[in-house]
């Protein structure tokens, strides 16, 4: 025993030191003091070419220039991801009169060799600690081959699941999406990697969850929704930000001063830079507000955007507007100084080239595919489970696995093909093979002709070893075009021919249990009625469907729970928890009350919820402070017991509710949570800190503001808690 604590003390050890020798982030006192002088310095020697330079970002494939880079007019490179090739364009910085390094950017939206959940479904874990390992091991990989600065995370609040970014975020709540941005921020950096906080700000809420569409947020919306996860990013150190696509109340975001200047580095004193999105400066022309790519530029520089990705906006047009005086040389420096600050923090001056030999054996670690399973286990969710279906009984001898979403192909990625080996993804028939007992039989057919499920290969087939199992098990949902950037969708069904094969398994009178894979919430009103069990993944990676066999065989208890609400119709959408109050609530369901005559006004799925294996009960809530000053703080304590007979993890949640204040204030608010542990009988009392300064609101002009009265505190393992205790918050 003593020999195993200390090896794992070593171990422990050994990962400090590597985490030190590579983490990245903001210098203080001293060192950023000299920093600062060798960036004037270094700018007084740069020619107005070399100049813009740093602010021009193009990336791999054709149209790319080395020569640009040689010439010293290249500030950063994207999607080169190949070591060798990576290596090619650090070399020929070498041949520039200043050689000044690159920063090298990728969207290592959610691993780089080792794939790890999608973002949401990383949410769906609520384990913060887990999700920082996430983003730490992707940045280690990609810092391995040679990548220094990541596109993510994306911290944009969407409650529309139409829209088909909502895979890359955290869901639909502030405070949760907050903690998880810090983390986030904190893996990658730790990793090595500049983190790019996106999309500033407002992308998520398109209208009609139409990627690109305009978006209308109003002031107090804006500071308590939106953009409260931005600044737990910054605050938590992120060196670089990515203005968004969208119009923000009419101004494009990439042109607008007052969130990129007057707000993000004026009141929020952010040190690093701002990049546009692909393309998005000479969008400002079809924005509206520019005549030409020459005006975009210029718009683009003086509301502070720092650097042009893959626009060739400031390369070809920036130095003439500064010779013209239309750009003030001042306002060019500024953001040369931000982009050349970033280096210097980063290290690059210093850093060696990447090494290519070396990187190969750096990707797919035991230590990042165990993070990565850990992952993907605790980020499935059951959503229904009637009569026990799951886990897999010891009665059941044979399961049906149908689907070809069962047998990956091509796992949903954000970066071209590393080139550095990856490890064949688990099979789900296989997987399950492992888990179940050696005498339980195991079948598989695809039914479709891909894993898009946009058409049958053999669907009779399927639903003739449907009919001879015990049990069906189908894996069905999105890939292919069905979601990420650009796919926003109106119906939010099953895609293709999913639905009608779903339906005839549930006509063979076999109990199925729907294993989803998805980018989003679904409507899954017709499902929840008629399978026996479903089960939510968001793409659960490099590990993913061996996780679910755990989960299915239960060898591990299901403990994810939703970030966002599903809904029950697209008509119901935008539908999330913390709605405000209205003047005619539901109460009897009838007319003149605030209902959909044709559906329920809830959720079919709200926020926080998931079922598990095991059953917890909720006791004695109580506050130790009656009475709360703005500046002070009570602790909120409850009792929570595992009364299954399984070991299993708990998302203990705690809500808030001011009922009366001088603005009308949400019917619930997520404050607090904690994932803990409860073996089979164990009773703990879980205890939060709420502060009195954190239960404001901002009024209509953004200023924040608290209001005396009594807060309820609700207690449980979702949005619908009940568990109930209170006390009044006062003025000092």
Same mark, same amino acid.
Not at 87 to 112: C, N, T
Not at 421 to 447: C, F, I, K, N
Not at 642 to 650: A, K, L, M, V
């Given at each position: 025993m003593l020999l195993r604590l200390v090896a794992a003390f070593l171990f422990c050890g050994l990962a400090t030191v590597a985490s030190a020798q590579q983490e990245v982030g903001w210098k203080s006192g001293r060192e950023a003091a000299q920093i600062e002088r060798k960036i004037?310095?270094?700018?007084?020697?740069?020619?107005?070419?070399?100049?813009?330079?740093?602010?021009?970002?193009?990336?791999?494939?054709?149209?790319?220039?080395?020569?640009?880079?040689?010439?010293?007019?290249?500030?950063?490179?994207?999607?080169?991801?190949?070591?060798?090739?990576?290596?090619?364009?650090?070399?020929?910085?070498?041949?520039?009169?200043?050689?000044?390094?690159?920063?090298?950017?990728?969207?290592?939206?959610?691993?780089?060799?080792?794939y790890f959940p999608l973002p949401?479904?990383?949410?769906?874990?609520?384990?913060?600690?887990?999700?920082?390992?996430a983003a730490y091991w992707t940045g280690r990989e990609a810092r391995a081959a040679g990548v220094n600065w990541t596109f993510a995370p994306m911290v944009d609040i969407s409650r529309d699941p139409r829209w088909g970014r909502v895979l890359e975020g955290a869901g639909e709540d502030a405070y949760l999406a907050s903690i998880i941005a810090a983390a986030r921020t904190r893996g990658y950096q730790r990793g090595g990697v500049a983190a790019s906080v996106k999309h500033f700000v407002g992308y998520g809420a398109a209208e009609g969850g139409r990627d690109y569409n305009s978006t209308w947020i109003p002031t107090s919306q804006l500071h308590d929704l939106f953009l409260p996860p931005f600044k737990a990013a910054f605050d938590t150190g992120a060196m670089t930000a990515m203005a968004a696509f969208n119009a923000l109340n009419g101004m494009p975001a990439t042109a607008h001063r007052g969130m990129l200047t007057d707000l993000l580095r004026g009141q929020w004193g952010f040190r690093g830079f701002v990049t546009s999105d692909f393309g998005s400066i000479t969008e400002l022309r079809l924005h509206g507000i520019a005549k030409d790519d020459a005006e975009a530029a210029r718009k683009a520089l003086l509301a502070g955007i720092d650097m042009d990705m893959m626009g060739d906006v400031y390369h070809k047009h920036l130095a003439n507007e500064v010779k013209a005086g239309r750009v003030p040389v001042k306002a060019l420096d500024e953001a040369v100084r931000r982009v050349l600050r970033v280096k210097y923090h980063l290290g690059l001056f210093e850093r060696q080239h990447v090494d290519v030999?070396?990187?190969?054996?750096?990707?797919?670690?035991?230590?990042?595919?165990?993070?990565?399973?850990?992952?993907?286990?605790?980020?499935?969710?059951?959503?229904?489970?009637?009569?026990?279906?799951?886990?897999?009984?010891?009665? @059941?001898?044979?399961?049906?696995?149908?689907?070809?979403?069962?047998? /990956?192909? %091509?796992?949903? !990625?954000?970066?071209? +093909? #590393?080139?550095?080996?990856?490890?064949? @993804?688990?099979?789900?028939?296989?997987?399950?093979?492992?888990?179940? /007992?050696? %005498?339980?039989? !195991?079948?598989?057919? +695809? #039914?479709?002709?891909?894993?898009?499920?946009?058409?049958?290969?053999?669907?009779?087939?399927?639903?003739?070893?449907?009919?001879?199992?015990?049990l069906v098990v189908t894996m069905l949902g999105e890939d292919c075009e069905f979601m990420g950037e650009g796919a926003s969708r109106t119906d939010l069904g099953l895609p293709g021919v999913q639905q009608e094969l779903l339906e005839a398994l549930v006509a063979t009178g076999k109990p199925v249990v729907l294993v989803l894979a998805t980018g989003r919430p679904l409507v899954l009103t017709w499902a929840d009625k008629h399978v026996a069990a479903i089960v939510q993944t968001f793409h659960g990676g490099t590990e993913g469907r061996a996780a679910i066999a755990e989960v299915l065989a239960g060898k591990v208890n299901?403990?994810?729970?939703?970030?966002?609400?599903?809904?029950?119709?697209?008509?119901?959408?935008?539908?999330?928890?913390?709605?405000?109050?209205?003047?005619?609530?539901?109460?009897?369901?009838?007319?003149?009350?605030?209902?959909?005559?044709?559906?329920?006004?809830?959720?079919?799925?709200?926020?926080?919820?998931?079922?598990?294996?095991?059953?917890?009960?909720?006791?004695?809530?109580?506050?130790?402070?009656?009475?709360?000053?703005?500046?002070?703080?009570?602790?909120?304590?409850?009792?929570?017991?595992?009364?299954?007979?399984?070991?299993?993890?708990?998302?203990?949640?705690?809500?808030?509710?001011?009922?009366?204040a001088e603005r009308s204030r949400p019917l619930r608010l997520l404050k607090g949570f904690d994932k803990i542990t409860l073996k089979a009988g164990e009773t703990r009392t879980v205890r939060f800190k709420l502060e009195g300064k954190a239960l404001g609101g901002h009024d209509d002009a953004g200023r924040y503001q608290l209001d005396p009265g009594i807060v309820e505190v609700y207690l449980g393992g979702s949005s619908l808690a009940t568990v109930r205790t209170q006390f009044e918050l006062a003025k000092p």
């Open positions: 004037t310095a270094l700018i007084g020697r740069m020619t107005l070419e070399e100049k813009v330079g740093q602010l021009h970002l193009s990336g791999r494939g054709e149209g790319f220039d080395i020569n640009q880079v040689k010439a010293g007019r290249m500030g950063a490179v994207m999607n080169f991801v190949v070591p060798q090739e990576v290596r090619q364009v650090q070399e020929a910085v070498r041949q520039s009169r200043l050689k000044i390094p690159l920063i090298i950017g990728l969207d290592a939206v959610h691993g780089f060799s080792t949401l479904g990383q949410a769906s874990s609520w384990n913060p600690q887990l999700i920082e390992q030999a070396a990187a190969p054996s750096l990707m797919q670690t035991e230590e990042a595919r165990k993070v990565a399973r850990q992952a993907a286990r605790e980020g499935v969710i059951l959503l229904r489970n009637e009569r026990q279906t799951l886990p897999i009984a010891p009665a @059941v001898k044979s399961v049906a696995v149908i689907g070809a979403m069962a047998v /990956p192909e %091509d796992e949903r !990625v954000w970066t071209d +093909p #590393a080139g550095l080996g990856r490890r064949v @993804v688990q099979p789900l028939p296989d997987a399950l093979r492992e888990q179940l /007992p050696s %005498d339980v039989t !195991v079948t598989y057919e +695809p #039914a479709f002709a891909k894993n898009c499920g946009t058409e049958f290969k053999d669907k009779d087939a399927a639903l003739k070893a449907a009919a001879a199992a015990d299901p403990a994810g729970r939703t970030p966002m609400s599903f809904p029950r119709s697209v008509g119901q959408i935008p539908v999330y928890y913390d709605q405000l109050p209205t003047g005619r609530p539901q109460k009897i369901r009838q007319r003149y009350e605030s209902i959909y005559m044709d559906e329920a006004n809830e959720a079919l799925y709200p926020f926080g919820f998931g079922l598990s294996y095991s059953r917890f009960a909720y006791a004695n809530p109580r506050v130790t402070n009656a009475k709360v000053p703005f500046d002070g703080a009570t602790e909120v304590a409850v009792d929570v017991t595992n009364q299954g007979d399984r070991d299993g993890q708990e998302v203990v949640q705690l809500y808030i509710r001011q009922p009366v």
